[in-house]
């Protein structure tokens, strides 16, 4: 099953509004991640959250975390056409039964701005 | 610096043959990871390496199988491909595991 569930699988804005999405998880995290992904190619790392932090912000995104709640969320304020995109969330845990830590990824969600 | 490549970047295999993907990683990188993206199962784990050493497998069947070599770079391997295998894989490489992952522009395989 996926670690990191993003909600809403599908979110249609129009440019210059704000676009939120949510990614909830299951186990303790080491810390936690944003991509995204245009169109079937490969993904880019928008932004990392580590477990004792609250929130971070890079540009116009703006990443929060509450460990308590086990979820996370992205904001993009400003959007442009450009930001139309899946966008993924994905957390650093314990690999089950292992000692080590793996990366695992929700299935994500697609933004789509409209010009 | 050059960023993750994966070879070939399309591909077109019959059911029971075997494809072998490559991915080059970022140079200084020495964790290789890899992924398959499907419409209906999202991004699965396929497996991890580290200084040629498998440190994470995904819940996938032997048939999928991988290598890293002395020099980062890192093949996988599918034998005997069934149609549910069509699929983009990606591969993508780290300094160091769990950290930002660096992914490659992914290998689009359909088995027909």
């Known amino acids: 099953s996926q670690q990191g569930e993003e909600d809403p699988q599908a979110l249609s804005i129009q440019e210059g509004e704000n676009a939120t999405m949510n990614c909830s998880y299951k186990?303790?995290?080491?810390?936690l991640q944003w991509y995204r992904q245009n169109s079937g190619r490969g993904l880019v790392h928008l932004i990392l959250?580590?477990?004792?932090?609250r929130e971070k912000h890079s540009g116009r995104l703006r990443v929060t975390l509450d460990t308590s709640k086990k979820s996370s969320s992205l904001l993009i304020t400003a959007s442009r056409a450009a930001d139309t995109a899946s966008y993924f969330c994905?957390?650093?845990?314990?690999?089950?039964?292992?000692?080590?830590?793996?990366?695992?990824f929700g299935k994500g969600t697609l933004l789509t701005v409209n010009p | 610096k050059a960023g993750v490549t994966q070879t070939p970047r399309y591909l077109i295999k019959t059911r029971g043959q075997q494809v072998t993907l490559s991915c080059s990683p970022i140079?200084?990188?020495?964790?290789v990871s890899w992924y398959q993206q499907t419409p209906g199962q999202g991004l699965q784990f396929l497996f991890e390496?580290?200084?040629?050493?498998?440190?994470n497998k995904g819940n996938f069947p032997g048939r999928f199988s991988g290598r890293q070599f002395s020099n980062s770079r890192s093949e996988m391997n599918v034998s005997t491909l069934e149609l549910g295998d069509s699929a983009l894989y990606l591969c993508?490489?780290?300094?160091?595991?769990?950290?930002?992952?660096?992914f490659g522009p992914g290998t689009r395989l359909t088995v027909l």
């Open positions: 993508a490489s780290s300094l160091a595991a769990g950290g930002t992952q660096y």
């Open positions: 186990t303790s995290i080491n810390n």
């Open positions: 959250i580590r477990s004792n932090e």
């Open positions: 994905a957390t650093d845990a314990l690999a089950s039964g292992g000692s080590n830590y793996k990366l695992t």
């Open positions: 140079s200084g990188h020495r964790s």
């Open positions: 390496y580290f200084s040629e050493t498998q440190r």
